[in-house]
């Protein structure tokens, strides 16, 4: 030990200070041809975003569009914005806790509630042109001959509804004196339509015409006379601690809103006519329903958004 540590000694001050300009000179041209990188390749700015799955029917491919149109909208050139899809598939409160997580997502959309612009940032622009609210049944074919003597509130309040246990629609069948069984997922609801447990699963409207083409079964229809509404609004929320990135999502949406490409975008994957049409819903019995969980900003925000049916004026 002592002889290695004499060894040492016997490096010159020369010696030393060469290996030490070397050392300087290398990490010197390390910082330069690094700051030279970052010049010619831009960094880029991420949004991460929940992954889609086999259950949302195409809804993840219109928000994540329409999120990237708003986006589009305001982007810096020297500092592109890209989509980045998370690997975690949560229920809807879950995702909502994931925002305000450190490497959680940043983007959320969703039903709106009071509670929900509690948790998050509210980007106050309704996705859906408020078709939200417009909401029919699936129910059992062998069902159908009950349902077509149920057309007011208080013939459909003998049935039970399937909802989420954690959607803001669960909460207003609730207030509105209707039996509702909550559950944790889609997939257990249909589970429960089919097997009896609940008498009908009330979807909006664009919803219901996808799901029960895609589960292709004929025993689960649409019930063809009742048409439930009350208002309801798909946002953007946003983590909390990006004030910023809310602001330039709502700037992005008001102007596609303006230039027109947000309603292209909209009916490109939502073609509102042809399911009024698919669904008769001029020709329903229309019960109207109570909303307590819509805040005062978000009442504000949305009082000049125009109704699809002249009948719900």
Known sequence: MIQNRRRVGLFSIAAVMIIWHLFCQRAFAIVLDSAQTSQLAPSSYEVKIVESSELDYASHAYYSALLRLALSKTDDSTKPTYLVESRSNLVQERVLRQLN????????????????EQQAIPVRVPLLNGIMGYRVSLIRQSTLREFNNARSAPDLKRFVAGQGHDWPDFQILEHNGFTTLGTSNYDIIIELLKAGRIDYFPRAVHEAVIEAESLSDPNIIIEPSVLLYYPSYVFFFVSQSKPELAQRIEQGLNIARKD????????????????????N????????????HLSEATLDATASEALYLEVLN
């Open 281 to 292: 819903l001029s020709e329903r019995t229309v019960l109207k329903l109570d909303n307590p």
């Open 260 to 279: 027109g490409s947000f309603a292209a975008l909209f009916d490109e994957y939502i073609n509102f006519k042809d399911i009024e049409k698919a669904l």
């Open 101 to 116: 997580r450190e490497r959680g997502i940043d983007v959320f959309w969703t039903v709106t509630s009071k509670l929900r």
